[in-house]
């Protein structure tokens, strides 16, 4: 067969072609396959991070509302017992408020007894001395006959 | 074309189309190359515009890339990318970011200047002769010898190459000498593997001319059927027949330039997966 000169010319174009096409097309697709790879690779990880972190969280959820329903309940036991102290704690100072008004009341009451005695005793002085002046007949003089006048005060 | 189906007109026919452009060393007669330096403007012409187009095209998808959603084109390309290097990974053992590309270029390459020959045989040397006033013009660069011999020539190469890369100048000579019947057949197995060595690039080279230059030689005899019988009745029969064959060859045809230029491919991968190997 004819061999000629244009064996050469061709395998020239040839490698230049390839040179070419390595450059422009091979090259940039090679890397944007790549990238694209990377990327769907990426994508999936972070879907599958995603899944994880969402399982996290959900269990950390249930976690807290189980530590929440403990603590309402915990926080409504104690105010059931402060509740109660509070008023085991009134109903203590409602008894003693009442015996103390109770003993002031006495205390009054007595008083009050005491001071109407001592009216009543000043009282009876002139009654008496009011008394035995009619029976006498004459004024009994109150001076004259204070100390007998106390000394019957002091009998009553 | 036309007229009597004298059987001289008919081979005239069909050396002419079999002959290339040719410019310095020729035949003034037959146009044929006589000697070394004659070059077939047209092989070069249309393997060069076929790269050119190649190449073109890439840069220009290349300024356009899309990373997320491609469209219809670059999807296309990005398949062929993809059956390549699904090609080259399943084959080639290793790494070595040469091999891709190379495969690459050679089969839309190959695939390009093979689909030349669908083209009708006769509209660009009617084109040439009629427009430009060039008479000879063999448009598939791949029924050129010259271009299937460059193109394994530069594999064979590359194969030699990596060869002595990978297993040294001894290891590549060792290859030759122990292999493959081992150490007491040493003349044999010298001759043995340089003919094993040498039929490479001679099998891939003239496997596709070979394929390439039948299948331009069958489009020709189709279009004798018409051309022969051109006036008269005979021509309500031919004229079909022409074109029910050309048809056929056609869509036969499509599948034999794509398969070439996958084996070529192929080939080129295995020897050269070949050359990397150790235990050869």
Known sequence: ?156 | MSGSSSGNETVEYIQHHLTNLCVGDCDPVTHKAAGFWALHLDTVFFSVALGVLMIVVSARLGRNLVTGTPGGFQNFVEMIIDFVSGQVKDTFPGHNPMIAPLALTIFVWVWLMNFMDLIPVDLLPLIASGVLGIEYLKVVPTTDLNTTMAMSLTVFALIIYYNIKVKGVGGYLKMFVFHPFGKFFIPVNIVMSTIEELAKPLSLGLRLFGNLFAGELVFLLIALIGGTMAVGLGALIWFPLQVVLDLGWLIFHLLVITLQAFIFMVLTIVYLAMAHTEDH
């Open chain 1, 1 to 156: 067969m004819n061999i000629n000169v244009t064996l050469i010319a061709q395998i020239i174009a040839f490698v230049t072609l390839l040179w070419f096409v390595n450059r422009v097309l091979w090259n940039p697709m090679n890397d944007l396959l790549l990238a694209r790879q990377k990327r769907i690779a990426d994508g999936l990880a972070a879907a599958d991070k995603g899944k994880h972190d969402l399982e996290l969280a959900e269990k950390r959820a249930k976690e807290h509302l189980v530590e929440a329903k403990s603590q309402a309940a915990e926080i409504m036991a104690q105010a059931e017992k402060r509740g109660n102290e509070i008023v085991e704690e009134a109903k203590e100072k409602a008894r003693t408020e009442g015996d103390r008004l109770i003993i002031a009341a006495k205390a009054e009451i007595e008083q009050e007894a005491n001071r109407a005695k001592e009216q009543l005793r000043g009282k009876v002085a002139s009654i008496a001395a009011a008394g035995a002046g009619r029976i006498l007949g004459r004024e009994v003089d109150e001076k004259t006959h204070a100390d007998l006048l106390k000394d019957l005060v002091g009998q009553i």
